[in-house]
């Protein structure tokens, strides 16, 4: 009998560092939707509450690869110094469904969720959008900055948290990932002159007003996958167009969704999907704010994984 252990790949977060950038992340995420998969037809993941959070189990098929992210979300861990969603990533043979590698999928969400922003934001935001404010101080937030200058050249970053030292921090980790932006911290005031705004939280109650916000912004919400918690207000949702994974998903898990709905500012069939705009069928709105909802899918971890190898 083999040893499945020993014949497995082991890609370290350091290694898909290497050998994945931002840019190659974007294009392979926006690769598979212009070749027309419907993420409605995404394998369901399925959210078990445990002790101290939740465990996560994401399996995924597409263009005949397969593969599965096992991933918890502790609350409680950025007080601890940890990171707060933790995973690993197994990726199989397509026919014989054996294992064959298994990645840091913690180093992988850090990726592909504003790697998958950042492939809606390019349809949907201005050519001369640069002006961007990020809600929130952890990886998320910092790596969507990266994210974002792949796609327009940032001219300034303002980066808002609660706390002055992980803001600055946070400040500091930025500037990094786009030396050619003004990077600074910010305060809730600065919505007004943003063209692009990221909320990268865990809040449960909306971060700002939705009057700040101007009719020719891009916003993007990823901060949570609970139907309970929003971080955009519902006055916003319904005067902006909405894109969300697929409705399945924006229905059951994007709260941000769900309570403009529930307000009724938002009507289910203002929904646009990613296959909508992908596809053609529907086409980024000019008159009003563009939203960018998501809370991560299987299909989008495998996309990015086979880079890895």
């Not at 003004?182 to 971060?207: F, K, M, N, R």
């Amino acid at each position: 009998m083999s040893d499945v252990i020993a014949d497995l790949t082991l890609v370290t977060a350091a290694e898909i560092a290497d050998r994945v950038s931002m840019p190659a992340a974007i294009r392979a995420l926006q690769d598979v939707l212009r070749a027309g998969f419907d993420p409605e037809g995404d394998l369901p993941r399925t959210i078990q509450d445990v002790p101290h959070g939740q465990l996560l189990l994401m399996p995924a098929a597409i263009d005949g690869a397969a593969g599965q992210k096992f991933a918890t979300v502790a609350p409680g861990n950025p007080a601890r110094g940890l990171e707060r969603i933790q995973a690993l990533y197994i990726l199989l043979d397509s026919e014989t469904l054996a294992p064959t590698a298994i990645l840091d999928g913690t180093a992988l969400t850090s990726l592909r969720t504003p790697a998958m922003s950042a492939a809606v934001v390019d349809l949907l935001a201005g050519s001369d959008a640069g002006d961007l404010v990020v809600f929130g101080t952890g990886p998320q937030a910092v790596r969507h900055v990266e994210a974002l200058q792949a796609v327009r050249p940032l001219r300034t970053v303002r980066m808002i948290g609660r706390d002055t030292d992980r803001t600055m921090a946070a400040v500091r980790a930025a500037r990094l990932l786009a030396p050619e932006a003004q990077i600074e911290a910010g305060d809730v005031s600065d919505v007004h002159s943003a063209d692009l705004i990221v909320c990268a939280t865990t809040a449960s109650e909306p971060l700002f007003p939705a009057s700040l916000v101007r009719d020719d912004a891009t916003l993007v919400a990823i901060g949570s996958h609970e139907p309970q918690k929003a971080e955009l207000d519902p006055v916003l949702v319904g005067r902006s167009q909405v894109v969300v994974e697929s409705r399945r998903v924006g229905l059951s898990e994007a709260g941000d969704v769900i309570r403009a709905i529930a307000a009724g500012t938002l009507h289910e069939g203002d929904l646009v999907t990613q296959h909508d705009l992908f596809t053609g069928a529907v086409s980024a709105a000019s008159d009003r704010p563009r939203i960018v909802k998501t809370c991560g899918m299987g299909w989008q971890d495998l996309a990015v994984a086979r880079l890895a190898l």
